[in-house]
């Protein structure tokens, strides 16, 4: 399971896939997410901002329930995951590294089938609250991808056959 981060709607809506122009692309990402393919966080899914042009589209249909992660956060795995930024974060710190912790426990449930998309590239040189998704998925022996990756991994085309009505394509067994 893919467990995707706010960044990667947001930055494909507003740079590669604008709702409006490649529906295609959010229908898919629909239909993985019923069939358990991707999913997000609902701390995650928080993150989308109320009145924006995604946030009209989560509210469209089943897509938030679709693309919701239905289980509960281990407060226990959060905070290890919030150690991994350094054990003695001030409150501002915490607040600077926002929700991307649950994002990581939820993967840290499961890391051998679950996977965690972002479009933070990893820095290791960077300390604290600043640290990034990539290298913080790395201390923890947590599979991370980008977009691009999981996109090829999940088999996205922009088939124009599928307009046709044929389903949008299935990923690939593994």
Request: hydrophobic share 40%; glycine share 4%.
């Amino acid at each position: 399971m893919h467990l995707l981060d706010a960044n990667v709607l947001i930055t494909a809506h507003n740079l590669y896939y604008p709702i409006g122009r490649f529906p295609e692309f959010w229908d898919w990402l629909v239909h993985l997410a019923e069939g358990g393919h991707v999913k997000m966080p609902v701390e995650i899914l928080e993150e989308i901002t109320e009145g924006s042009e995604l946030a009209e589209w989560l509210d469209q249909g089943d897509n938030y329930n679709a693309l919701c992660l239905e289980e509960e956060v281990d407060p226990d795995r959060v905070q290890a995951v919030i150690a991994r930024y350094a054990a003695d974060l001030n409150d501002a710190e915490i607040i600077a590294i926002g929700r991307d912790p649950f994002l990581t426990a939820y993967a840290l449930a499961q890391p051998s089938t679950r996977t965690v998309v972002t479009v933070e590239a990893s820095k290791p040189s960077t300390q604290r609250a600043n640290r990034r998704i990539p290298d913080i998925c790395n201390d923890l022996s947590i599979q991370w991808c980008n977009s691009f990756q999981m996109l090829a991994a999940l088999n996205f085309t922009t088939n124009w056959r599928a307009a046709s009505g044929s389903p949008p394509p299935h990923p690939p067994s593994s």
